[in-house]
């Protein structure tokens, strides 16, 4: 059977799991294809309603996201019971979305903290450095950090320019995501390999495919910036500084601490959960009981507390003025709340299918892993498409490779999971956390953003070659 018919075949019979949980219990009826219109319709609206509604758009996007929420929970509800349905709402939110908002809401408030002063101005050179410090920097303060680190500094060195928006969109590309690949701490998908017995510092094998990624993208960016930066200057645009380059000051150094609190906080609930004191005799994670079989673990409540704490000690101890000059308000992590609550619910039906049709695939190839796991990581949660893949080949039965808790997984495929995982989620928006943060941020420091469709158009442009080479170069 073909890759596609095998696909088909799994979509349409695959048996029904628990939705967004891990070893979850098959039920009689399989989850029908149609219970994935929810999330198709939201995103839907994220990608067309800015376009062409855009005032209504901004003021009733939690009503969009109630609809499309209540379009999946009722039907759910419906056919399965409303006691599985609340159970499937409460796991996703309780154990998926309370730690994502948590962590984003930590690092905006405390990298809102940090402001870069001095006459450093934009310019290709001075982009180039950035984004490498920023790329670099993400597998070690992790992908959001570095965003919300370095977000803010970006754009007011580029403040003066007037074609900007292309330099948002390689930031997400090589800080937001393709720098977090060489540590568990870079992305959330590597730290689940992480739980699952791959050594911490295995991913620094995936070096030389990033460098490789990181220099290619960046000679197309200096291309682009470079054209885009003597257009502006033809256009009369200069820089308000008197001495380019020459001083630079940082002040909220002190923040750099509660960002050391907020990625121990990630570390520990990576490895919290195997320790014999966090686990039931039946070896289940200790937590608080929320309903039915949902549970907030303790290492999860822990992450939480010790995020809060440290968002919290960041804004008791910084001058509000820091804030003022980082042009500092709610709206960004607002947005990115309420949106990321409706796509985290709808999307429960795809990842169930997903779970369920994991090892009917027939992929075994490295570029197929690297292709599926990446391209199912633009749309979903790159976190839970990894685990898949992971479990999928643990369980092909390889003889040789690397030993995980879920069997001998060749590293040539682990590495293709791992890649396909964090370099895709740079495809859309919504592949990875701080995509949609930076969009948000951007566009509320002025900076007009492309759609969801045309931020897909760059991607298709500039990552989709490159991770052709990738594919020819390691993973054939």
Not at 275 to 287: A, D, I
Not at 430 to 450: L, Q, R, T, W
Request: glycine residues 10%; aromatic residues 12%; hydrophobic residues 50%.
């Amino acid at each position: 059977m073909t890759f596609l018919g095998s696909l088909t075949a799994a979509v349409l019979c695959c048996p029904s799991t628990a939705l967004a949980a891990e070893g979850a219990k098959a039920a009689s009826a399989p989850i029908p294809l149609w219970l994935c219109i929810p999330f198709a319709g939201l995103l839907f609206c994220i990608a067309v309603l800015p376009l062409i509604k855009p005032e209504w758009w901004e003021s009733h996007q939690p009503l969009a996201v109630a609809f499309w929420s209540c379009l999946f929970i009722l039907p759910f509800g419906f056919f399965y019971g409303p006691g599985r349905a609340a159970e499937t709402v409460l796991e996703c939110l309780v154990n998926d979305y309370l730690t994502f908002i948590v962590l984003l809401f930590g690092l905006f408030c405390v990298s809102g903290n940090i402001t870069m002063e001095g006459d450093l101005a934009g310019s290709p050179r001075v982009n180039i450095i950035l984004l490498t410090i920023g790329t670099l920097l993400s597998s070690w303060i992790g992908t959001t950090g570095a965003s919300m680190l370095l977000i803010r500094p970006v754009i007011k060195m580029n403040a003066w320019r007037r074609n900007r928006s292309h330099i948002m969109v390689f930031f997400i590309f090589l800080v937001s995501n393709i720098g977090g690949c060489l540590t568990p701490i870079g992305d959330p998908p590597l730290l689940m390999g992480f739980s699952r017995g791959v050594p911490f510092f295995w991913s620094l094998h995936l070096f030389p495919i990033m460098l490789f990624n990181m220099v290619l993208i960046l000679f197309i960016f200096y291309r682009v910036d470079m054209k885009r930066y003597r257009r502006d200057m033809a256009r009369g645009r200069k820089p308000d500084i008197s001495r380019p380059g020459t001083k630079i000051r940082i002040r909220g150094l002190h923040n750099l601490i509660f960002i050391a609190m907020i990625v121990a906080a990630v570390i520990l609930s990576g490895m919290l959960p195997d320790m014999p004191l966090f686990k039931t005799p039946e070896g289940h994670v200790r937590g608080i009981h929320i309903f039915g079989e949902v549970v907030l673990g303790f290492p999860a409540l822990i992450e939480i507390v010790i995020i809060l704490a440290a968002a919290y000690l960041s804004f008791k101890t910084t001058s509000p003025e820091i804030r003022k000059k980082n042009h500092f308000t709610w709206g960004a992590i607002k947005e990115v709340g309420i949106l990321f609550i409706g796509i985290f619910i709808t999307m429960q039906p795809a990842l169930a299918i997903l779970k369920g049709m994991g090892s009917q695939l027939g992929i075994t190839e490295p570029f197929q892993m690297f292709w599926v796991t990446g391209v199912l990581s633009s749309f979903l949660d790159n976190t839970p498409t990894y685990l898949v893949f992971l479990t999928t080949a643990g369980a092909i039965g390889f003889t040789g490779g690397l030993a995980t808790t879920l069997g001998q997984v060749p590293v040539k495929v682990l590495t293709a999971i791992s890649c396909g995982a964090v370099f895709m989620g740079a495809n859309t928006y919504i592949g990875n956390a701080p995509n949609f943060m930076v969009k948000s941020i951007a566009d509320e420091n002025g900076i007009h953003m492309p759609s969801f469709f045309g931020y897909m158009g760059w991607s298709l442009a500039v990552l989709v070659p490159v991770f052709l080479l990738d594919t020819v170069l390691f993973f054939r």
